[in-house]
């Protein structure tokens, strides 16, 4: 408009909202013996920047394998993916690797961290090896673990710290270097209901406050209802269902991993 001054914070808000993510026909499927596994054939969904959603579905549904294809780490069988302004299809795998190290954050169920080195070091690994100067490095490293809040644990060794302590570093460490994108696999399910509270509620956090586009894999239906949308893969379709209408939509017994039916925690806490 005449006389509107564009600053900055006006462009970011203005593209908050715009589309990020689209998946278009996306189909997996593995050679077995002589025929073929079909994990999952011709899903589509998009997100827009700043959402958080939840992925669920039984275990060998193909989350972490969908979650793999979305950041560029594998391949789908059919069908495209475009990320940032990118056709993930069509990348050289030295252009993957680019993608990855710009725009994506990763967060596995078990950390990956290095346990022989400080915290501090391990989250300031990715910017080492960006080639970024360890002065520099260690400095970021710190502001993002009062991010975290283990300011005082900096200098302790991975290996020491307890496992929602490494998961927060883990955290750290993926968002060190700014990406768009949060992809976490499981982030919580290694952890014991009052911690894996904590980091979810951490990871809920640095979502809105650094204006994050996330997708969290979850078996814990009481985080992907606080999620704002919740896509269910099932039987190798993908449906999205509201977080409000979870609990009813899914039924109780579903993901249970013993076969021993479970029942849905109530909204807004750890199962
Ligand atoms: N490289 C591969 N070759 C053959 N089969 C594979 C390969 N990777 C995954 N699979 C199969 O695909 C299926 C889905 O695996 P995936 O790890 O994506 O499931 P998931 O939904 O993440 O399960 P969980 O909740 O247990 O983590 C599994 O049956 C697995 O054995
Ligand atoms: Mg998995």
Redesign the pocket.
């Known amino acids: 408009m005449k006389g509107e001054k564009v600053t900055l914070e006006n462009e970011l808000a203005s593209n908050q909202g715009a589309e990020l993510l689209r998946v278009e026909g996306l189909s997996k499927t593995?050679?077995?013996g002589t025929s073929e596994?079909v994990?999952f054939e011709n899903l589509s969904f998009q997100m827009r920047k700043g959402e958080m959603l939840a992925i669920i579905?039984?275990?060998?549904?193909?989350?972490?394998?969908?979650?793999?294809i979305l950041g560029a780490l594998d391949r789908p069988s059919e069908g495209d993916v475009y990320c940032a302004q990118f056709r993930l299809n069509t990348l050289s795998a030295e252009e993957a690797a680019d993608f990855r190290n710009r725009q994506i954050g990763f967060v596995w169920q078990f950390h990956y961290l290095l346990p022989e080195f400080t915290a501090l070091e391990n989250i300031a690994m990715p910017l080492l090896l960006r080639g970024r100067r360890r002065r520099d490095a260690e400095r970021e490293s710190a502001e993002w673990l009062r991010e975290v809040g283990l300011q005082d644990r900096a200098h302790h060794r991975a290996g020491e710290l307890s496992g929602g302590e490494q998961q927060r570093v883990a955290l750290a460490r993926a968002l060190v270097t700014r990406p768009q994108i949060l992809l976490a696999?499981?982030p919580t399910g290694d952890l014991d209901d009052r911690t894996a509270e904590s980091v979810f509620a951490l990871i809920a956090r640095l979502h809105s406050e650094h204006q994050l586009t996330s997708l969290i894999?979850t078996?814990n239906l009481a985080f992907a209802g606080r999620c704002g949308r919740v896509l269910h893969?099932q039987r190798g379709r993908v449906e999205e269902i509201s977080p409000e209408s979870l609990a009813v939509t899914i039924g109780q017994s579903l993901f249970s991993?013993s076969g021993v039916p479970c029942s849905l925690p109530p909204s807004g806490q750890a199962d």
Not at 57 to 68: F, N, P, Q, R, V
């Open positions: 593995f050679p077995s596994l994990l579905g039984e275990s060998g549904a193909g989350k972490s394998t969908l979650l793999h696999d499981e894999v078996h893969l991993r």
